[in-house]
């Protein structure tokens, strides 16, 4: 609508170049927004989108740091270059709409640049999660889930779930209840985990 109403006249020939579908609108929007390098370099901005669509809420913008590895000033530039696509909101960086997150992680589109691996981020940032809990909200809340999302479930267990610092500090934030809830999540993956390997011996 916008680039029909900067123009007074249109032809056929410059409607045929609008993409057809939401897909094709995304896959025109990454490349305006992001070159091939930058993804295979795994730039901040890469990085951001990645932890936003894996995150299992909105992230805080601050707490993106922890995540993506840059310094404030290219978390600040990635953040307002990716701001049609993933909003802030309330300081939290949100996604624009789930089919933006669908189009990223679709299995049929593994072999293209703009794919993200879900495992893998999610190994990533628990991996993170383990190194941020103390200070980091986030990382404290979602770590376990991370961890077991990438099958991490030892160190889901070891790292946080039988440390007793972990278990303190996750006590003071979310209560019993919602430490109960990860220590549920890594028991649950760890007898499915045994069940699988049992099933392959």
């Known amino acids: 609508v916008e680039r029909l109403k900067a123009k007074q006249i249109i032809t056929v020939d410059e409607l045929d170049k609008f993409p057809s579908g939401m897909w094709e609108f995304y896959q025109e929007q990454f490349e305006r927004l992001l070159c091939d390098d930058e993804i295979l370099k795994n730039s901040p901005k890469w990085k951001v989108v990645k932890a936003v669509i894996t995150a299992r809420e909105p992230l805080r913008v601050d707490e993106l740091d922890a995540f993506v590895e ?24 949100h996604v624009n709409h789930k089919s933006v ?11 293209e ?8 981020v999610h190994i990533e940032m628990g991996k993170k999660c383990i190194e941020f809990y103390p200070t980091v909200t986030y990382a404290l809340k979602h770590g376990v889930a991370h961890l077991c999302e990438g099958e991490l479930v030892n160190d889901a267990c070891q790292k946080l779930v039988m440390n007793f610092k972990w278990l303190l500090t996750r006590l003071s934030i ?8 990860d220590i549920h999540i890594a028991l649950s993956q760890s007898r499915t985990s045994e069940i699988n390997a049992t099933s392959l011996t």
């Open 70 to 93: 840059c310094t404030i000033p290219e978390r600040k530039q990635a953040v307002a270059k990716l701001s049609l696509l993933f909003p802030i909101r309330d300081r939290r960086v």
């Open 101 to 111: 997150k669908d189009w990223l992680v679709d299995p049929e589109r593994e072999d």
């Open 113 to 120: 640049m703009c794919y993200v691996d879900e495992r893998e």
């Open 174 to 181: 979310g209560g019993v209840h919602r430490l109960l809830d």
